[in-house]
């Protein structure tokens, strides 16, 4: 006789301000909860992680960094690893240094959309304070394969970016204060998934989805395959210069390049300034260095009594002044547009 299948994969996604609410889901849970629970943290590359140890303190369940092809057990809690991302297959984990979605690794989007792909309706997807909106497509792909969607209200969120854009998005079953998940997840890791059973929850998973995990991975045929999802687009590939394709969840907009690389279409937006900020940056530095070469060509040139040559070099500087002061008063507007000090 099948067994009825229940919410027992938990995925969660924070950024800037995650912690406390984090730490408040973790306090509330029982120390015989039914499920797994996957946690990306957006963190530096280079940094050091305690959350393992901070969350093991906090609450009754165990938890710990996730480890490559590590057997997954209910009652724990697994976290990404700095600079690598944490995805879910039937009953392991992948823990890879694959490409960056939406600027960072590990990102929250590969997560969701591994667990939504392998687990199906078994997954409860959370998306918790943050900037910009990493967490939304994933947890599209939560809600479209059948699973549960909550957020913490972005009224009491440190920074209520992510929540907001997966509000937005997502017909979310859930929006309560960060003192509340823990209740509404142990709530429903008790319920039966009504008509649910039995496993073979990739069965009528879409193909894109699957081969969206297999490129994260680097899957070498995923990657050779020149049937990418979506459709290719006027842009290229902030990251490796490479083409995007277009990818439409919904409503939401979204970019990938053909090694892996993904964007909302926010994050695209914000990657592309910083590129032409960075491009702008290098040219006003070329022009400077161009202008005070050529001034002493002028200089040298006046001394040998080369005066043709001299007024040619002196125009030259001048030319190239001229157009490093126009990129630094588009740089300083940026700036100051933006709200930033350098």
Not at 13 to 39: H, K, M, N, Y
Not at 109 to 127: E, K, N, Q, T
Request: aromatic share 4%.
């Amino acid at each position: 006789m099948a067994l009825s299948l229940r919410h027992d994969i938990i995925v969660i996604g924070a950024s800037s301000g995650g912690l406390e609410p984090l730490l408040d889901i973790v306090a509330g849970l029982p120390a015989d909860l039914p499920a797994a629970i996957f946690i990306v943290v957006h963190i530096p590359a280079e940094g050091t992680s305690r959350l393992p140890e901070i969350l093991s303190h906090a609450g009754r369940l165990p938890a710990s960094h996730g480890k490559d092809r590590e057997e997954i057990q209910l009652g724990h809690i697994y976290i990404a690893p700095p600079d690598f991302h944490l995805l879910l297959h039937d009953d392991y984990m992948r823990v890879i240094r694959g490409p960056r979605e939406n600027n960072h690794r590990p990102a929250i989007d590969p997560l969701f959309r591994s667990a939504a792909y392998s687990y199906g309706p078994r997954v409860i997807g959370i998306v918790l304070s943050g900037m910009l909106d990493d967490g939304t497509a994933g947890l599209v792909a939560v809600k479209n394969r059948g699973g549960l969607a909550v957020v913490q209200d972005p009224q009491e969120a440190l920074f209520p970016d992510m929540p907001r854009a997966a509000l937005a998005a997502v017909p979310v079953d859930h929006c309560v204060s960060k003192k509340e998940i823990a209740q509404v997840i142990a709530a429903l890791t008790q319920k039966p998934i009504p008509g649910e059973t039995g496993k073979g929850e990739t069965m009528n998973a879409p193909t894109e989805m699957k081969k969206e995990t297999a490129i994260t991975e680097l899957t070498p045929g995923a990657v050779e395959d020149d049937d990418k999802p979506g459709t290719p687009s006027v842009y290229g590939c902030p990251d490796c210069g490479g083409t995007l394709w277009e990818l439409q969840d919904d409503e939401w907009l979204r970019f990938r390049c053909r090694v892996g690389h993904a964007y909302s279409a926010e994050g695209l937006l914000g990657s592309q300034d910083e590129n032409l900020e960075s491009a702008l940056w290098s040219a006003f530095r070329g022009l400077q260095e161009n202008a005070a070469l050529a001034r002493r060509l002028a200089e040298r040139a006046r001394g040998n009594k080369q005066d043709l040559a001299a007024e040619k070099f002196e125009t030259k500087s001048q030319r190239a002044a001229e157009q490093a002061r126009l990129i630094r008063e588009l740089l300083l507007n940026a700036q100051s547009s933006s709200g930033r000090v350098d």
